[in-house]
Protein backbone atom coordinates (compact mmCIF):
# COMPACT_ATOMS: atom_id res chain seq x y z
CA UNK A 1 0.00 0.00 0.00
CA UNK A 2 2.73 2.20 0.79
CA UNK A 3 4.25 1.80 -2.07
CA UNK A 4 1.35 2.82 -4.44
CA UNK A 5 1.55 6.02 -2.12
CA UNK A 6 4.53 6.69 -3.11
CA UNK A 7 4.63 5.45 -6.43
CA UNK A 8 1.69 7.76 -6.90
CA UNK A 9 3.08 10.73 -5.56
CA UNK A 10 6.08 10.07 -7.59
CA UNK A 11 3.80 10.08 -10.58
CA UNK A 12 1.91 13.65 -9.93
CA UNK A 13 6.19 14.93 -8.58
CA UNK A 14 7.07 13.82 -12.54
CA UNK A 15 3.30 15.11 -14.33
CA UNK A 16 3.64 18.53 -12.40
CA UNK A 17 6.70 19.49 -12.36
CA UNK A 18 7.23 20.68 -16.25
CA UNK A 19 4.27 22.60 -15.92
CA UNK A 20 5.67 24.55 -12.88
CA UNK A 21 9.04 24.90 -13.97
CA UNK A 22 7.02 26.56 -17.25
CA UNK A 23 5.06 28.84 -14.91
CA UNK A 24 8.87 30.29 -13.52
CA UNK A 25 9.77 30.88 -17.58
CA UNK A 26 9.22 34.31 -17.76
CA UNK A 27 8.44 35.99 -21.02
CA UNK A 28 10.74 38.38 -23.59
CA UNK A 29 7.95 40.30 -22.44
CA UNK A 30 8.88 40.60 -18.62
CA UNK A 31 12.75 40.50 -19.36
CA UNK A 32 12.76 43.08 -21.33
CA UNK A 33 10.99 44.88 -18.09
CA UNK A 34 7.43 45.12 -19.37
CA UNK A 35 5.63 48.28 -21.01
CA UNK A 36 7.25 50.99 -18.93
CA UNK A 37 10.54 49.78 -19.90
CA UNK A 38 9.50 49.05 -23.44
CA UNK A 39 8.21 52.97 -23.78
CA UNK A 40 11.49 54.33 -22.57
CA UNK A 41 13.78 51.68 -25.19
CA UNK A 42 11.20 53.66 -28.00
CA UNK A 43 11.63 57.12 -26.83
CA UNK A 44 15.40 56.49 -26.70
CA UNK A 45 15.02 54.87 -30.37
CA UNK A 46 12.77 57.47 -31.80
CA UNK A 47 15.41 59.94 -30.82
CA UNK A 48 18.21 58.09 -32.62
CA UNK A 49 16.59 57.56 -35.66
CA UNK A 50 15.43 61.22 -35.27
CA UNK A 51 19.06 61.91 -35.53
CA UNK A 52 20.07 59.36 -37.88
CA UNK A 53 20.94 61.44 -41.10
CA UNK A 54 21.29 58.27 -42.91
CA UNK A 55 17.02 57.62 -42.45
CA UNK A 56 15.26 60.69 -40.53
CA UNK A 57 14.24 61.69 -43.76
CA UNK A 58 11.76 58.64 -44.37
CA UNK A 59 10.03 60.06 -40.43
CA UNK A 60 10.26 63.91 -41.15
CA UNK A 61 6.33 64.59 -41.19
CA UNK A 62 5.59 62.26 -38.25
CA UNK A 63 8.47 63.80 -36.40
CA UNK A 64 7.47 67.21 -37.32
CA UNK A 65 3.65 66.65 -35.83
CA UNK A 66 3.36 66.28 -32.05
CA UNK A 67 0.61 64.09 -32.22
CA UNK A 68 1.50 61.94 -34.90
CA UNK A 69 4.78 61.80 -33.63
CA UNK A 70 2.84 60.64 -29.72
CA UNK A 71 0.29 58.49 -31.99
CA UNK A 72 3.82 56.95 -33.83
CA UNK A 73 5.33 56.13 -30.51
CA UNK A 74 2.38 54.06 -29.19
CA UNK A 75 1.43 52.20 -31.83
CA UNK A 76 5.95 51.02 -32.28
CA UNK A 77 5.75 50.22 -28.34
CA UNK A 78 2.45 48.23 -28.98
CA UNK A 79 3.97 46.12 -31.54
CA UNK A 80 7.25 45.63 -29.34
CA UNK A 81 4.97 44.62 -26.39
CA UNK A 82 2.88 42.62 -28.76
CA UNK A 83 5.96 40.64 -30.53
CA UNK A 84 7.29 40.51 -27.19
CA UNK A 85 4.77 38.09 -25.77
CA UNK A 86 2.97 41.16 -24.05
CA UNK A 87 -0.58 41.73 -23.19
CA UNK A 88 -0.34 44.56 -25.66
CA UNK A 89 -2.24 44.70 -29.16
CA UNK A 90 -0.50 46.61 -32.21
CA UNK A 91 -3.61 48.28 -34.13
CA UNK A 92 -1.40 49.86 -36.81
CA UNK A 93 -1.62 49.21 -40.49
CA UNK A 94 0.73 46.43 -41.34
CA UNK A 95 4.28 46.20 -42.29
CA UNK A 96 3.83 45.96 -46.08
CA UNK A 97 1.41 49.18 -47.02
CA UNK A 98 2.21 51.48 -44.16
CA UNK A 99 6.23 51.10 -46.00
CA UNK A 100 5.09 50.75 -49.51
CA UNK A 101 6.24 53.31 -51.97
CA UNK A 102 8.78 54.73 -49.80
CA UNK A 103 11.70 52.87 -51.46
CA UNK A 104 13.27 51.54 -48.10
CA UNK A 105 16.68 49.75 -48.88
CA UNK A 106 18.11 46.65 -47.12
CA UNK A 107 20.59 49.54 -46.10
CA UNK A 108 18.33 51.89 -44.48
CA UNK A 109 16.67 48.65 -42.48
CA UNK A 110 20.07 48.27 -41.21
CA UNK A 111 20.47 51.48 -40.02
CA UNK A 112 17.10 51.45 -38.15
CA UNK A 113 18.48 48.16 -36.32
CA UNK A 114 21.30 49.68 -35.62
CA UNK A 115 19.41 52.52 -34.13
CA UNK A 116 16.78 50.10 -32.34
CA UNK A 117 20.19 47.92 -31.08
CA UNK A 118 21.75 50.84 -29.56
CA UNK A 119 18.46 52.12 -27.85
CA UNK A 120 18.56 48.87 -26.27
CA UNK A 121 22.14 48.87 -25.19
CA UNK A 122 21.61 52.04 -23.57
CA UNK A 123 19.31 50.30 -21.35
CA UNK A 124 21.28 47.29 -20.66
CA UNK A 125 18.98 44.98 -22.30
CA UNK A 126 20.79 41.55 -22.01
CA UNK A 127 22.32 39.89 -24.81
CA UNK A 128 19.81 36.75 -25.01
CA UNK A 129 16.75 39.31 -24.90
CA UNK A 130 18.35 41.96 -27.52
CA UNK A 131 18.54 38.72 -29.92
CA UNK A 132 15.18 37.47 -28.90
CA UNK A 133 14.13 40.49 -29.78
CA UNK A 134 14.98 40.97 -33.20
CA UNK A 135 14.34 37.72 -34.18
CA UNK A 136 10.87 38.77 -33.44
CA UNK A 137 11.24 41.66 -35.45
CA UNK A 138 13.34 40.72 -38.22
CA UNK A 139 10.66 38.64 -40.26
CA UNK A 140 9.07 42.47 -40.98
CA UNK A 141 11.73 43.15 -43.06
CA UNK A 142 10.91 41.38 -46.14
CA UNK A 143 7.43 43.71 -45.88
CA UNK A 144 9.35 46.80 -45.13
CA UNK A 145 12.40 46.82 -47.76
CA UNK A 146 11.57 47.31 -51.30
CA UNK A 147 14.83 47.88 -53.05
Known amino acids: MMKRILASAALVCVTL????VEAKEKTLYQKLGGKKAITAVVDEFVARVAADARINGFFKDTAS??????GFKKKLAD????????PCKYTGRDMKSAHMGM????A???ALVEDL????????VGEAEKNALLGALGPMKKDIVEK
Open 79 to 86: QICEASGG
Open 117 to 124: VGALEKFK
Open 65 to 70: NPQRLA
Open 108 to 110: DFG
Open 17 to 20: MPAA
Open 103 to 106: GVSG
